[in-house]
């Protein structure tokens, strides 16, 4: 708080210094602003510079004191402390500003501030060049968009622009953190989002992940990681080319800042433009290698999303396979106990393995199948569906029906013939037929008898191709 004593004199008959000066305390006490208004307004209207100021000096003083913002923000001395927060004095502005800043911290007054137009002030000093008064103002909105209405006031006044255009290199960490903090107030609906976009926010919000302070880093994940939830903001990402310092942060120190980035590479990964840019820009190994040290259960999860959306195409199957990326997933796998994960882990390996007959053999060779068989036990039907599309692509390989049938993988095979639900017995007579192929499986499958649960399936389906290839085998 300003000290009084730092005040210069404004004038010997001013009942309002002396009454002022009278009733403080250690801290100023609640004074009747109503009476002293016309006086302090006078003031204010100077066009004396320092009695401007040392007016300013006063209010903000009085400010300090919750029980007078009501009483200030109802009298006529909010108008000459508006147009003093456009003041191009440094000096006037900065105090003018943190006047008002005093103003919001009351809840009571955010409604009032808004009716008389302080938000449209307060967003034009947020390109001041000084910086207090740009700090002040981003801390008088942290109070003021607590309120929704607000945020809308302060959209339609050209405050997203302002704040994105605040968000330049060389910031200082603080103001930087603050003006993060303003934008992650507002809704990320696709009106802010385009504004976002448009005002070039994306590659700004991108240059916060390289930050070393953590909490501009949290900020900027989050920021980004919204935007990308929301339409077609995997596309502005992609041409705006932030997809490194993303992809750079998926090993960072914050688990806060790698669960966001992780979740943002998961989202851009469901648009096809993005799938290339992932790959060419290192993403696939920075993922196996945050899957295989991540400690925490939800960004384990994560990790898995973004891969399972990554490896729909050839190519990143390709790249994953060469760094190294299938023992991680299968030890990922067996180590985690979240269904979930599972699930997700499954789906990866149904999107692996969809081409490459190499890709197959290695998994089986690297103890992969075993784990997924195990899946089968678990009573979660996405668990079950995903293994058995899994456990199909793999029975395509001739080294792999071996490994399913020392894995004992024959028995949940033919268990889920007999199910109620036509997609799992569908699947489970599509990897039965491919498996029928060699002869020691096909005398496991009369073993067990297989044939009576295909034969009462041919049965109920008309035209089932696949269960009668499986019969034809087996019989």
Not at 94 to 123: K, P
Not at 178 to 197: E, G, S, W
Not at 216 to 225: D, H, P, V
Not at 314 to 325: C, L, P, S, V
């Amino acid at each position: 708080m300003l000290s009084l004593s730092s005040i210069h004199k404004l004038d010997n008959k001013s009942s309002l210094f002396f009454d002022t000066m009278k009733q403080r305390t250690g801290s100023l006490s609640v004074i009747n602003v109503t009476g002293h208004c016309r006086q302090l307004h006078m003031i204010l209207t100077s066009t004396d510079s320092v009695s401007q100021e040392n007016g300013l000096k006063l209010l903000t003083n009085i400010s300090t004191t919750p029980e007078n913002h009501v009483r200030i923000c109802q009298s006529t001395l909010m108008i000459p402390l508006l147009k003093l927060v456009l003041s191009p004095a440094p000096i006037l502005q900065t105090i003018a500003v943190w006047c008002v800043y005093n103003l919001t911290v009351s809840e009571n007054t955010r409604d009032i501030l808004r009716e008389i137009g302080a938000i449209g002030f307060l967003t034009e000093s947020l390109l001041s060049p000084t910086p207090k008064v740009v700090d002040y103002a981003l801390k008088a909105f942290n109070n003021l968009l607590k309120v929704e209405i607000n945020k809308d006031e302060f959209v339609n006044a050209g405050g997203i622009y302002k704040l994105i255009t605040i968000l330049r290199p060389g910031i200082p960490d603080d103001t930087h953190l603050l003006a993060l903090r303003t934008l992650m107030m507002l809704p990320m609906n696709d009106v802010n989002k385009d504004i976002i976009r448009n005002c070039g926010g994306v590659d700004t919000l991108a240059l916060s992940l390289q930050s070393l302070q953590e909490g501009i880093r949290k900020c900027g994940s989050w920021l980004l990681g919204n935007l990308v939830k929301i339409g077609n903001s995997d596309d502005l990402i992609h041409q705006c080319g932030v997809m490194k310092p993303l992809i750079e942060k998926v090993l960072d120190p914050s688990p806060f800042v790698r669960e966001q980035v992780v979740g943002s590479l998961a989202n851009l990964a469901l648009n096809d433009i993005n799938l290339e840019a992932i790959r060419i820009e290192g993403g696939i190994p920075k993922l196996i290698q945050a899957a295989a040290h991540e400690t925490s259960p939800q960004i384990a999860l994560k990790i898995v999303w973004a891969l399972c959306n990554i490896l729909v195409v050839e190519e990143n199957q390709e790249a994953f396979y060469g760094a190294g990326g299938i023992p991680v997933l299968i030890d990922l796998l067996k180590r985690t106990t979240d269904v979930l994960t599972r699930t997700k882990i499954a789906n990866t390996f149904v999107n692996l393995t969809q081409f490459s007959d190499r890709i197959r053999q290695e998994i089986g060779r690297l103890g992969g199948i075993g784990p997924l068989i195990f899946l089968l036990y678990l009573e979660d039907l996405a668990v079950q569906e995903q293994t058995l599309k899994a456990l199909v692509n793999l029975s395509l390989n001739y080294e792999n029906e071996d490994i399913i049938l020392r894995e004992n993988g024959i028995e949940p095979l033919i268990y889920f013939l007999t199910v109620e639900q036509p997609q799992l017995q569908e699947l489970s007579a599509m990897a039965l037929s491919n498996l029928s192929l060699n002869s020691r499986i096909r005398d496991e499958i009369r073993y067990k008898r297989g044939t009576i649960s295909v034969s009462h399936l041919v049965c109920q389906y008309p035209q089932p191709p696949v269960l009668c290839g499986c019969l034809l085998y087996t019989s």
